[in-house]
């Protein structure tokens, strides 16, 4: 007895006559015949009631029926079971403070690790640092570096802010701008921006926000009115919105640079990992 004599028996009370049963399976009603003989001299019982031209299962078949449903469903369980774990130990837990250098490791990860499965999270500075202490998260992305012995610590990015405005603002021409200049200006903001947002809430004056947590209407927006907005140098949050002009802003604080942190007794993958990103800095 196999499993796939279980599905051919499963497949007989779902068709409902061999020859439907024998499509389903897509084999020839004598093969499918000759199978369920084979399982009846194994169960040591005849599971079908059979005359010249049919063949239906019988008492004892709808019970080996709903038993065949049983066993089924338990491999198809060990299988679902087996392959979450492998998933478990492909995929990477990544706390990190914004979501651009979750982009840049996510870019490099498929580029050397491509069964390697990333799951980022976007968290407050304290947080992050709490998940890799605790080792709720595999990996860090900080916006300062860590000098301890039980850590490696390695440059990943930087990223740096601009303020977008119509190409007709009176910021369009200036070369540069403080967050002096933008007080009590309003700010189309794309929410999950992590650290930034209270990074130009605490620098700017009076500064007043409309958050969008749409991303597709969030640049239907950019592109269609004249509200400022923000938007950096990595490639994959830059707006590049047409008729608008992007000015960077000269604060210190709009100038991070992230850094990759893992414990030292981390997975032999996380340590490749990191070998890796270092070689590519």
Partial sequence: ??????????????????????????????????SMQRLEADLGCELFD???NSARLNEAGRI???RARDVLAAEQHMRDALDEHARKKRTLRVAAVAPAPVWNLTA???????????????????????????????LAIMRKPIALPNCECIPLMTENLFVSVPAAHPLAM???????????????????????KDVYEQGIPDVHSI?????????????????????????????????????????????V????????????RVSELLRWVRGTA
């Fill in 211 to 255: 958050v969008q947590r749409d991303r597709e209407v969030f640049t239907q927006l950019v592109d269609s009115s004249d509200m400022l907005c923000f938007t950096t140098d990595a490639p994959q949050n830059s707006n590049h919105a047409r008729g608008r002009v992007e000015v960077p802003l000269s604060d210190a604080d709009a100038h």
């Fill in 50 to 52: 059979r005359t010249r």
């Fill in 108 to 138: 490099r990860t498929v580029e050397r690790f491509p069964g390697t499965i990333l799951a980022p999270e976007v968290l407050p500075d304290a947080e992050v640092e709490r998940r890799l202490f605790d080792r709720t998260a595999d």
């Fill in 1 to 34: 007895m196999d499993l796939e004599q279980l599905r051919q028996l499963v497949a007989v009370d779902e068709a409902g006559t061999m020859s439907g049963a024998a499509q389903r399976a897509h084999i020839t009603q004598p093969s499918l015949s000759r």
């Fill in 174 to 196: 200036r070369k540069h701008v403080s967050f002096a200049d933008l007080a009590g200006e309003t700010f189309l903001v794309l929410d999950g921006i992590g650290f930034w």
């Fill in 64 to 66: 080996a029926v709903e």
């Fill in 257 to 268: 640079t992230f850094y990759l942190v893992a414990l030292k007794e981390a997975t032999p």
